[in-house]
C-alpha cells in the first residue's frame, strides 16, 4: 500500500517553463489536496477537490492549475513558472467518511524556479 | 472555518510530559480538532483527532474542555525524535473539508 505518491520529488525550472506535478492515492479517497509549504510557514492550500471531475479553489490558486480526471489522480500545473512559485509542495488525500478528518501527505517535491 | 492560535516554539528534555495548547474560539458544532506532525522535508502526520472530553492513542492525548474554544495535545515521556512542528487544526466534516494551517508549534527536545 503505497498511500500518496508524488512525482517528481525535485524538479528545476526556468522562468516561464511549464510542468505538472502529479499526486497518486491507493486509498480510494474522495477528497484531494494541493499544498505548497515555504520556509517558517504553514501549508497554504492551493487547490482541492470534494470527487472525480471536481475541483476548487484554496487560499493560493493564482498561477496554478488542477485536474481530476480520475479518483486516483490529482494533478497540479504550472503554466508560466515564476521565482514566487519556488516552494515545497505537498499533496494530501481524505476520505468523505462523516467524523473523519485525517488526511494522508505525500512526502512532497521541491520546486525551484530559476 | 476557525482560526487557531497556538505558541510559536516549547523547549522540553528527554523524559518530561509536554503539553502543547491551541486556542480555538470560533470553532463549530460539527467541527472536529486535529492534531498533526511535521518533520522536515516531510509532509505532516496525522496523530490525533477529538471532539470532546479526551481522546488518547498510543501516540498522544488531546483534552478538550466543555466550551471547546481550547485543546491541549499531550505527548508523554518525549524523545529527541518527537523534535517536530505540530499544528492544531479545526475541521469540519461537512462536504468542505478544507484543512487551514497555521504556523504551528516547534517542539525542541533536549538531551
Known amino acids: 500500500n503505497a498511500g500518496v505518491t508524488q512525482t517528481p520529488k525535485f524538479r528545476v525550472l526556468k522562468t516561464g517553463q511549464s510542468m505538472t506535478l502529479l499526486c497518486a492515492q491507493d486509498?480510494?479517497?474522495?477528497?484531494m489536496y494541493w499544498y505548497r509549504q515555504d520556509p517558517g510557514m504553514g501549508l497554504r492550500l492551493i487547490h482541492y477537490?470534494?470527487?472525480?471531475?471536481?475541483?476548487a479553489k484554496g487560499e493560493v490558486p493564482d498561477g496554478y492549475n488542477v485536474s481530476r480526471l480520475k479518483k486516483q489522480n490529482f494533478l497540479l500545473g504550472l503554466e508560466s513558472a515564476a521565482p514566487s512559485q519556488t516552494s515545497v509542495y505537498f499533496c494530501?488525500?481524505?476520505?468523505?467518511?462523516?467524523?473523519?478528518?485525517?488526511?494522508?501527505f505525500g512526502q512532497g517535491t521541491r520546486l525551484t524556479v530559476v | 472555518l476557525a482560526k487557531t492560535t497556538q505558541p510559536i516554539s516549547m523547549d522540553s528534555y528527554e523524559g518530561q510530559e509536554v503539553n502543547i495548547t491551541c486556542s480555538h474560539n470560533?470553532?463549530?458544532?460539527?467541527?472536529?480538532i486535529t492534531w498533526y506532525q511535521q518533520f522536515p522535508s516531510q509532509g505532516p502526520r496525522f496523530i490525533i483527532q477529538?471532539?470532546?472530553?479526551?481522546v488518547t492513542n498510543e501516540v498522544a492525548s488531546l483534552f478538550i474542555p466543555a466550551d471547546r474554544k481550547s485543546s491541549t495535545l499531550s505527548l508523554p515521556r518525549v524523545s529527541l525524535s518527537d523534535t517536530a512542528v505540530y499544528y492544531c487544526?479545526?475541521?469540519?466534516?461537512?462536504?468542505?473539508?478544507?484543512?487551514?494551517w497555521g504556523l504551528g508549534t516547534s517542539l525542541a527536545v533536549n538531551p
Open positions: 477537490s470534494v470527487g472525480e471531475g471536481t475541483t
Open positions: 487544526l479545526v475541521v469540519g466534516t461537512g462536504n468542505n473539508r478544507k484543512l487551514i
Open positions: 486509498m480510494n479517497h474522495e477528497y
Open positions: 477529538g471532539y470532546k472530553t479526551k
Open positions: 470560533n470553532i463549530a458544532t460539527n467541527d472536529y
Open positions: 494530501a488525500s481524505s476520505p468523505k467518511a462523516a467524523g473523519w478528518t485525517e488526511a494522508f
